[in-house]
């Protein structure tokens, strides 16, 4: 049977599989730095690539290979590269593909660390990047220069949950000869694929849906061998920002889960919502399972479901915002997000709090913005934490 015609929660289960002599059922941790020759011919046939065995865990580990099988499976990519974390992912893709000179156009809505990696780090070494709105394909062609390599979105978008329409950004980007990469933490492969959508490259941040219970930090590159894999395998053997086997086995165990975690916390984001958006302390809610979404029709056709994070506003800026933040009880007050604990930000002072008051504004972040991600609890007992919270805050 082909990977194509198997569910994403089977191949999540039984995917990546590589049973030792000894037949245990579940997936072993190979905790080695390095592995043994037989002899010197064979050490030497390793070190020149003739023999694809295991030379050193910063190349790869067989646990790792495992996670890499297993993800490259649900995602429906021919490969995987398994990186440190999530922004070793997007480092290793920028060093991996291209070089002084080059050009990349993403969405102006971004998780922070990427915005200052670009702006920052990439500036240095002569890869410059132009911001565009997520939502605007043709913003996206028209900032397409000569010498443009990649676009680079996320959708959704944090924290705003606006929507890039992949298709219709994947024609642009094969027409003009760019490569198109997504980031799909927010929706992960239980919701979302984008390679099947049109993208070139899919990252992942594994610490958020795929590990799912904030035990680790690992990340991933997916597309075509002929583009990712050789360019990737080189970089991180050198650089060194490899995924370590514990953590690649946490996360391979993460990905059985997924499925089931994904629905479950994906219904309740989307009951919350509703009830979010009929309490009389919410002025707004931004969720793409919505019917009131400005995007809902296309979030039906790209997304499994509206996804498990919900953001919402309410009256009277910070200082109420803050205030249903105090009177949870239940709810972590964390910027990390896809656990199966529900997760409370107030985005303005937390993740986007060094951007300029402009740039906040330009990117819907107002004062009374809260984002939830919405994990495995008791619904009603979501509502009645919200709930003391929301009317506090009236
Ligand atoms: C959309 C997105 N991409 C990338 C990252 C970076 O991932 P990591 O923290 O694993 O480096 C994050 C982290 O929050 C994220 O939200």
Redesign the pocket.
């Known amino acids: 049977m082909s990977h194509s015609e198997l569910a994403v929660e089977t191949l999540a289960v039984r995917e990546g599989i590589h049973r030792t002599p000894f037949g245990e059922h579940s997936e072993p941790l190979f905790l080695t730095s390095s592995f043994v020759f037989d002899s010197a011919a064979q050490a030497a046939a390793r070190f020149a690539g003739e023999d694809d065995g295991f030379v050193y865990s910063r190349y790869t580990n067989p646990t790792v290979r495992a996670f890499e099988e297993r993800l490259a499976a649900m995602e429906g990519a021919e490969c995987c590269v398994a990186t440190a974390?999530?922004?070793?992912?997007?480092l290793g893709c920028v060093m991996g593909l291209m070089r002084a000179g080059e050009h990349i156009v993403s969405s102006r809505s971004l998780?922070g660390?990427?915005s200052q990696l670009f702006n920052n780090f990439l500036a240095k070494f002569g890869v410059t990047t132009t911001y565009v709105p997520l939502a605007d394909p043709e913003a996206w062609e028209a900032a397409i220069r000569p010498e443009t390599r990649l676009l680079f979105l996320?959708t959704p978008s944090?924290p705003m949950m606006e929507l890039a329409d992949i298709p219709a950004i994947a024609e642009i980007a094969h027409r003009r000869g760019v490569l198109l990469v997504v980031?799909n933490?927010?929706c992960s492969p239980a919701l979302q694929q984008p390679i099947a959508l049109g993208a070139d490259i899919v990252?992942h941040?594994?610490?958020?849906y795929l590990d799912g219970q904030g035990r680790v930090?690992?990340?991933a590159v997916l597309g075509r061998r002929s583009v990712v894999l050789d360019p990737l395998t080189a970089f991180l053997r050198n650089a060194g920002a490899t995924l370590s086997p514990f953590n690649a086995w946490v996360v391979l165990k993460g990905l059985e889960t997924l499925k089931i975690r994904m629905d479950a916390q994906s219904a309740s984001a989307a009951a919350l919502a509703d009830w979010l958006e009929a309490h009389p302390g919410v002025k707004r809610v931004h969720y793409p399972g919505l019917a009131s979404h400005p995007q809902h029709a296309l979030a039906s056709r790209q997304q499994k479901s509206g996804g498990a994070i919900v953001s919402f506003e309410v009256d009277g800026g910070r200082e109420r915002a803050w205030k249903v933040v105090d009177s949870t009880r239940l709810l972590s007050i964390t910027?990390?997000?896809g656990d199966t604990k529900t997760t409370i930000t107030h985005p303005a002072s937390t993740t986007h709090g060094r951007l300029t008051a402009e740039a906040r504004a330009s990117a819907g972040v107002t004062e009374g913005l809260l984002r939830i991600s919405v994990g495995l609890e008791g619904l009603e007992d979501l509502k009645a934490d919200l709930d003391r919270g929301l009317s506090a805050a009236r």
Request: hydrophobic share 50%; aromatic share 8%; charged share 10%.
């Open positions: 974390s999530g922004m070793a992912a997007i998780f660390a990427t996320e944090n980031d933490c927010f990252i941040s594994a610490t958020k930090l690992g990340g910027a990390n997000l």
